[in-house]
């Protein structure tokens, strides 16, 4: 089964940027649509952005759009989150997640594979 770690979260004031990394511990990594989702204390987890099996296709939550960019290098088994223009909105612990590509990717039941999660925190 893949295991699924993330890094790059930390604290940054409104307007800043940051690159969140998800690194998959083997190759079949490239067989999976990968997700980015989150989740704020006292709320429920919700859809970032997600980029399918071949990179063809991305998605991304309205509230994130223009400002997020997922992408992924399946060499380095390897997905990228970059964030900008970050506003204390998107506080919240960030988790990558992976399953095979059903075509529908704001649905977290559709991944099966998740990694521990890196906390982001936006200050005012």
């Known amino acids: 089964q893949v295991q699924l770690v993330e890094s790059g979260g930390g604290l940054v004031q409104t307007g800043g940027s940051l690159k969140l990394s998800c690194v998959a511990s083997?190759?079949?990594?490239?067989?999976?649509?990968v997700a980015w989702f989150r989740q704020a204390p006292r709320k429920e987890r919700e859809f970032v952005a997600a980029?399918?099996?071949?990179?063809?296709?991305?998605e991304y939550a309205d509230s994130v759009k223009g400002r997020f960019a997922i992408s992924r290098e399946d060499a380095k088994k390897t997905a990228v989150l970059e964030m900008n223009s970050l506003k204390p909105e998107d506080t919240a612990l960030y988790y990558c997640?992976?399953?095979?590509?059903?075509?529908?990717?704001?649905?977290?039941?559709?991944?099966?594979?998740w990694g521990p999660g890196t906390q982001v925190t936006v200050s005012s």
């Open positions: 083997d190759h079949t990594f490239s067989n999976f649509a």
């Open positions: 997640a992976a399953g095979l590509d059903s075509g529908t990717y704001d649905d977290q039941y559709e991944y099966d594979h």
């Open positions: 980029i399918s099996w071949n990179g063809g296709r991305t």
